[in-house]
């Protein structure tokens, strides 16, 4: 890629220099290229960023294989006998999601590179607000969009800095740090997504796992507290310890892996893995790509401040992506970063008509298995918001589908508007709850109320039905329904 013409050649000015290359900055790269503009990427690791590289797809594919070993093992249907289920071979796993995430890459980039748009390996800083540095090239740009996503956040824990230890950069494409044997047996400090999917797949794989949760349970911020307890009740009867209230006091390395000293409420315990992997959150990457030579700086979390167009104090800089964090309501998340790349190319290059990110309906999932999905607020959000709220949660059990494939486990949470009856959140967990969300996320786009869903025909028997089974509990006992759900 370094042969590129617009980065080894003697133009170095650009319409748009963009400090990123993962899924916020191809956006970008995208439209600007749409708009007959050119464009410069940079990046410090693999083409492509964290998503394609080292979270979304290697994860996604590594999760299925898990899947397809723990069902093999423990089939739901008496009449299938599991004869001993699957045999893994860790390394050659890691081997095909490489080759699935190389090929995926290939393809991706191979029709972007070169013409009008460029892309410069090496580590970037600003030199001034309209100049990068990249290696011993200078880039200098009309407009400048920050997009260099964000890693996995580290706490201070003592001892740490001296033990070996995983995140979810483990599942990195062709680097150092992937993680290309299968522990034994596996310490997680952290109780959110990355830890449930990572934690719940290296156990099927067939490593001991222990999650280190810090609050009550999991998922204990941000989440309807139901999901955490539903996937918690999974985990205990897969055999992964869950421990929580749990505060890590130190680590340190021994002869055959890592000792940790954790709190939990007045106890103390010492707990012993093969190895540990921090999985507590991530940070934007701000703090090592000179910001201050841009006249810009970060907030009290790291995010580079922006307004509801993504521009920065400085006019001709935006900002999108994970590097913006939670503000106007947005979410580290790859479709979050890709829709901000196209607006914020939109604006910075168009001038005209400017847009705004809107951030109210964005659907989610967490892909355990069973799946979590959640869009909207939660009804600790809805009530402080000033609503009236009703709500109401049902078991898993009383959706059709799940009692044909034999897989009740999880809920389905339906909040909204007392008043209005506009649905303004809900949360699942579920087979194939990543997928169904996509009917609430696109109805509440639409400001759908509790009726709506319950009009709304339904494919019969699907997972998707708990919507509207969900909706009908507003005015009749779900219970008694007919088998279709009228």
Same mark, same amino acid.
């Given at each position: 890629?370094?042969?590129?013409?617009?980065?080894?050649?003697?133009? &170095?000015?650009?319409?748009?220099?963009?400090?990123?290359?993962?899924?916020?900055?191809?956006?970008?790269?995208?439209?600007?290229?749409?708009?007959?503009?050119?464009?410069?990427?940079?990046?410090?690791?693999?083409?492509?960023?964290?998503?394609?590289?080292?979270?979304?797809?290697?994860?996604?594919?590594?999760?299925?294989?898990?899947?397809?070993?723990?069902?093999?093992?423990?089939?739901?249907?008496?009449?299938?006998?599991?004869?001993?289920?699957?045999?893994?071979?860790?390394?050659?796993?890691?081997?095909?999601?490489?080759?699935?995430?190389?090929?995926?890459?290939?393809?991706?980039?191979?029709?972007?590179?070169?013409?009008?748009? &460029?892309?410069?390996?090496?580590?970037?800083?600003?030199?001034?607000?309209?100049?990068?540095?990249? &290696?011993?090239?200078?880039?200098?740009?009309?407009?400048?969009?920050?997009?260099?996503?964000?890693?996995?956040?580290?706490?201070?824990?003592?001892?740490?800095?001296?033990?070996?230890? #995983?995140?979810?950069? #483990?599942?990195?494409?062709?680097?150092?740090?992937?993680?290309?044997?299968?522990?034994?047996?596996?310490?997680?400090?952290?109780?959110?997504?990355?830890?449930?999917?990572?934690?719940?797949?290296?156990?099927?794989?067939?490593? !001991?796992?222990?999650?280190?949760?810090?609050?009550?349970?999991?998922?204990?911020?941000?989440?309807?507290?139901?999901?955490?307890?539903?996937?918690?009740?999974?985990?205990?009867?897969?055999?992964?310890?869950?421990?929580?209230?749990?505060?890590?006091?130190?680590?340190?390395?021994?002869?055959?892996?890592?000792?940790?000293?954790?709190?939990?409420?007045?106890?103390?315990?010492?707990?012993?893995?093969?190895?540990?992997?921090?999985?507590?959150?991530?940070?934007?990457?701000?703090?090592?790509?000179?910001?201050?030579?841009?006249?810009?700086?970060?907030?009290?979390?790291?995010?580079?401040?922006?307004?509801?167009?993504?521009?920065?104090?400085?006019?001709?800089?935006?900002?999108?992506?994970?590097?913006?964090?939670?503000?106007?309501?947005?979410?580290?998340?790859?479709?979050? &970063?890709?829709?901000?790349?196209?607006?914020?190319?939109?604006?910075?290059?168009?001038?005209?008509?400017? !847009?705004?990110?809107?951030?109210?309906?964005?659907? !989610?999932?967490?892909?355990?298995?069973?799946?979590?999905?959640?869009?909207?607020?939660?009804?600790?959000?809805?009530?402080?918001?000033?609503?009236?709220? *009703?709500?109401?949660?049902?078991?898993?059990?009383?959706?059709?589908?799940?009692?044909?494939?034999?897989?009740?486990?999880?809920?389905?949470?339906?909040?909204?508007?007392?008043?209005?009856?506009?649905?303004?959140?809900?949360?699942?967990?579920?087979?194939?709850?990543?997928?169904?969300?996509?009917?609430?996320?696109?109805?509440?786009?639409?400001?759908?109320?509790?009726?709506?869903?319950?009009?709304?025909?339904?494919?019969?028997?699907?997972?998707?039905?708990?919507?509207?089974?969900?909706?009908?509990?507003?005015?009749?006992?779900? *219970?008694? #329904?007919?088998?279709?759900?009228?």
């Amino acid at each position: 890629m370094e042969n590129n013409p617009l980065v080894t050649g003697e133009k &170095g000015r650009f319409d748009l220099v963009i400090l990123g290359s993962g899924s916020t900055a191809f956006a970008a790269a995208l439209a600007a290229q749409a708009m007959g503009k050119t464009a410069v990427m940079t990046e410090s690791r693999a083409i492509g960023g964290t998503c394609v590289n080292r979270g979304c797809l290697p994860s996604k594919n590594l999760i299925e294989a898990a899947k397809l070993v723990f069902e093999s093992r423990s089939p739901r249907y008496p009449g299938l006998t599991a004869n001993g289920g699957l045999k893994v071979d860790f390394a050659a796993l890691v081997a095909q999601k490489d080759e699935v995430i190389r090929a995926y890459r290939d393809k991706k980039y191979d029709g972007l590179i070169g013409g009008q748009i &460029g892309i410069a390996e090496g580590h970037v800083r600003f030199v001034d607000p309209h100049t990068v540095r990249v &290696g011993d090239k200078r880039f200098t740009g009309d407009r400048i969009l920050i997009a260099t996503g964000s890693r996995p956040a580290i706490p201070e824990i003592p001892g740490l800095a001296d033990v070996p230890y #995983l995140t979810s950069d #483990l599942l990195s494409h062709a680097e150092d740090g992937e993680l290309r044997e299968l522990p034994g047996s596996l310490l997680i400090v952290g109780g959110g997504y990355i830890a449930l999917e990572l934690g719940q797949m290296f156990a099927r794989f067939g490593s !001991r796992v222990t999650i280190l949760a810090r609050g009550k349970q999991l998922l204990a911020r941000g989440y309807e507290p139901q999901l955490g307890r539903a996937i918690g009740q999974v985990f205990e009867q897969e055999g992964i310890s869950v421990i929580p209230n749990a505060t890590v006091a130190d680590v340190r390395q021994t002869h055959d892996g890592v000792l940790a000293r954790v709190r939990v409420g007045e106890e103390e315990r010492a707990l012993r893995a093969e190895r540990l992997m921090v999985a507590a959150g991530r940070r934007p990457n701000t703090d090592d790509i000179g910001l201050d030579a841009a006249g810009l700086s970060v907030n009290g979390s790291g995010e580079v401040e922006v307004d509801a167009t993504l521009r920065t104090r400085a006019p001709h800089i935006f900002a999108a992506g994970d590097v913006i964090g939670t503000l106007h309501e947005s979410q580290m998340a790859t479709p979050v &970063g890709a829709r901000q790349g196209g607006i914020a190319a939109h604006n910075a290059l168009n001038g005209n008509d400017l !847009r705004a990110f809107d951030g109210r309906v964005i659907p !989610r999932a967490i892909f355990t298995d069973p799946q979590i999905g959640i869009v909207g607020m939660t009804e600790a959000e809805v009530i402080q918001a000033g609503h009236r709220c *009703w709500c109401t949660t049902l078991p898993m059990e009383i959706v059709p589908r799940a009692g044909a494939i034999r897989d009740t486990r999880g809920l389905i949470k339906m909040v909204a508007d007392a008043d209005s009856n506009e649905v303004l959140g809900i949360a699942m967990v579920g087979a194939n709850a990543a997928e169904v969300i996509h009917e609430a996320a696109m109805a509440m786009r639409f400001r759908a109320k509790i009726e709506d869903f319950v009009d709304l025909l339904h494919v019969y028997p699907t997972m998707a039905e708990a919507l509207k089974i969900a909706a009908i509990a507003r005015t009749k006992d779900p *219970w008694k #329904l007919s088998c279709c759900a009228e």
